[in-house]
């Protein structure tokens, strides 16, 4: 089992701050939302600490 980021659609207001923050740079917009590639999302989590929205989440997968 390994961690990954994921974004709760419903309270990403699309700041971008997630794509900018991500070391990877595996983050991107989409119709105003973030998403993160979740093959290459290495859950270090860093992007979830900076999301003013609490749009980013931490997963098991």
Known sequence: MRKIVRVVPEKCNGCGICS???????????????????ELCDGLGGCVKKCPQQAMILVDI
């Open 20 to 38: 900018v923050i991500c070391p990877l740079k595996i983050v991107s917009m989409e119709s105003g939302k973030a998403v993160v590639d979740e």
